[in-house]
């Protein structure tokens, strides 16, 4: 017997669409508050559209490869820079810039200010675009109730500010939605196209080197050793072409291939009080709750965020938590899967009737 869905359950991911547009505004607000607007020295906007970052940054090229693309096929328009430079001296425009800035930074002046909201623009379009594909992958996942698919982007998008106010960068919202993507596209076993998302992806960061750990650690129990191994192999080859041809052509670039902070990272744990560990209990019991009964694939998941943490330990900057983007999807999934639990939604007759098969609204 096939079920129909009520009005309110067809209406429901639409107004859920809704809150994830809500919440995607503000989460955009402490974006650009948090990368100063793309504002000053080495990591200037004008940077970003030039290429001409410090290493490591300059290997992360898909953002100024995309928006160099946008302002080519949309070149500035004359009553849009004016628009934009209203909306910059409005008393909304002020108050965030004066966040961080007495007056409004160089990225923002009248000569730059539709370059920076083209990047801006583009930064934007793919936060929307991770909160897309976590839904999918939520789906996926976890088809059993609407619920999960529905809540994990809210709690995404009200995790995400925690992190980007002290620390955002151009890619940032890249890096989550490729590890979205190339989680559900290895999922599903659709390796041509994970083959050419992970390029992709490792032309934005370097990160996709996990994933590439999490694919032998998962598929060796499921597929025949010969296909196991070529398709690893394959994986290795791709991703390193990619780095190795952005290694070898921003060669001569100032800067450095990795920085080692494992000894400042330790002592910056040091300052943390009861809070902040109470805090991290609490975190670890979301993602532990009936741990038995959690999608297994996101259980091994959780393992290659462990990955990421080691590799934040040893070459991150103290407290500059976004390092960890690429497992965060996994972390934000475990957590849905808890609150869905705890609450009781999933098993509501609202969130009752099952997400469609592809993973879609």
């Known amino acids: 017997m096939v079920m129909t869905p009520s009005p309110w359950q067809r209406a429901l991911p639409y107004a859920f669409a809704a809150v994830y547009f809500a919440l995607s505004v503000y989460v955009m607000g402490v974006f650009m508050v948090g990368w100063e607007f793309g504002g000053g020295g080495d990591y200037s906007m004008h940077s970003v559209l030039q290429g001409r970052f410090p290493r490591p940054v300059i290997y992360r090229q898909f953002i100024p490869i995309i928006s160099n693309l946008a302002l080519h096929a949309f070149p500035e328009q004359e009553n849009i820079t004016r628009w934009l430079i209203g909306l910059r001296n409005s008393e909304l425009g002020q108050r965030m810039i004066h966040l961080r800035f007495p007056s409004a930074p160089a990225a923002l002046s009248d000569k730059m200010i539709y370059e920076t909201s083209m990047v801006l623009l583009v930064i934007y379009a793919m936060l929307l675009a991770f909160i897309f594909m976590l839904y ?50 290895l999922y599903r076993r659709r390796w041509s196209a994970y083959l050419a998302c992970l390029a992709i992806a490792t032309l934005n960061k370097e990160t996709t080197i996990f994933i590439i750990c999490f694919y032998f650690a998962w598929h060796w129990q499921f597929l025949p050793k010969r296909r196991y191994v070529r398709l690893g192999l394959a994986q290795v080859l791709v991703y390193a072409a990619v780095k190795g041809s952005l ?6 670039h100032p800067g450095f291939m990795v920085q080692h902070t494992f000894v400042d990272n330790v002592f910056y744990f040091v300052q943390y009080n009861y809070v902040h560990f109470v805090a991290a209990l609490v975190t670890a019991a979301l993602l532990a709750y009936r741990w038995p009964h959690k999608p297994l694939f996101l259980r091994a998941g959780l393992l290659m965020s462990a990955l990421n943490f080691a590799a934040y330990l040893l070459w991150c900057n103290p407290g500059e938590y976004r390092d960890l983007y690429w497992g965060m999807p996994v972390m934000i999934l475990l957590a849905a899967h808890t609150l869905a639990q705890l609450t009781g939604i999933a098993r509501m007759p609202l969130f009752a009737f099952p997400p469609p098969r592809n993973g879609t609204p």
């Open 247 to 252: 290694t070898l052509y921003y060669s001569d």
């Open 136 to 185: 999918r992958l939520a789906a996926a996942l976890m088809p059993d109730s609407r619920a999960y698919a529905l809540t994990a982007p809210v709690i995404a998008l009200l995790l995400i500010p925690v992190f980007a106010i002290r620390y955002a960068y151009a890619y940032d919202f890249a890096e989550l939605f490729f590890s979205c993507a190339c989680f559900l596209l």
